[in-house]
């Protein structure tokens, strides 16, 4: 079956950084993505990875090692309104978008 | 900006009523687009996917006759909630790729909760 992990929940403090992970094991791989969702709305584009590495985005970093079916976000700089769920998804072989449950990320001042 | 735009918002209806749900893409073309429901503190759930010109393609577990998908065009697909009952209450996601490369993210709509009473 196609499965991919998250931690459930993960606690940071403002102005630090933080490591979320991601493993998967899928039916083939076109592709790693990162969504960020605030509690009651839809989810936002983050970030997206395709090749082995690293790929930055101003505070935020998403990492991509296939051989190991892994990935990680990195966020810099935490900011509170960075508080939300994290939802890392990987598209199959047949294109198909496999969801991982999301890690519910938590900024204490 | 918004790249896909989903109406309404929110919507209350009483058990046995139909509610319909619109997605539409801004400024380009979606052939496919994928409609998600998502339960409180739950990941979300593909619902359907729907295709411009044929029928949706509905996962498993998911009732064809209850959950009416129309994808009129290019830019409109529509989600029907037939004969609502109250276990329907949720979180109504739609979804489309900007672009037609695997490297393309979806792009959400702002979701419509729907609360059915």
């Known amino acids: 079956g196609q499965n991919i992990d998250q931690p459930t929940e993960m606690t940071a403090t403002e102005g630090a950084i933080v490591q979320i992970n991601c493993t998967y094991q899928?039916?083939?791989?076109?592709?790693l993505f990162w969504y960020q969702q605030h509690a009651g709305e839809a989810p936002t584009f983050l970030s997206y990875?395709?090749l082995d590495g690293l790929e930055e985005k101003g505070r935020f970093s998403s990492f991509l090692s296939r051989s190991k079916g892994y990935s990680y976000l990195l966020l810099k700089e935490l900011q509170m309104k960075d508080s939300a769920s994290y939802l890392c998804?990987?598209?199959?072989?047949?294109?198909?978008?496999?969801w991982g449950a999301g890690t519910k990320l938590i900024i204490k001042p | 900006g918004a790249v896909v735009s989903q109406h309404p918002s929110w919507v209350i209806c009483k058990s046995g009523t139909s509610v319909k749900i619109e997605c539409r893409s801004l400024?380009?073309?979606?052939?496919?687009m994928f409609w998600y429901r998502q339960f409180p503190k739950q990941s979300l759930m593909l619902m359907a996917t729907?295709?411009?010109?044929?029928?949706?393609?509905?996962e498993q577990g998911v009732e064809k006759d209850k959950f009416l998908i129309n994808h009129a065009s290019l830019t409109l697909s529509t989600l029907t909630v037939t004969s609502a009952h109250p276990e329907d209450s949720s979180f109504y996601i739609c979804?489309?790729?900007?672009?037609?490369?695997?490297?393309?993210?979806?792009?959400f709509g702002n979701g419509t909760r729907l609360t059915v009473t």
């Open positions: 899928t039916s083939g791989f076109n592709g």
């Open positions: 990875n395709v």
């Open positions: 729907s295709n411009e010109g044929s029928k949706a393609t509905y």
């Open positions: 979804s489309a790729p900007l672009g037609q490369g695997g490297s393309s993210p979806l792009h």
């Open positions: 400024d380009f073309q979606a052939t496919t």
């Open positions: 998804a990987v598209r199959d072989s047949n294109y198909q978008l496999i």
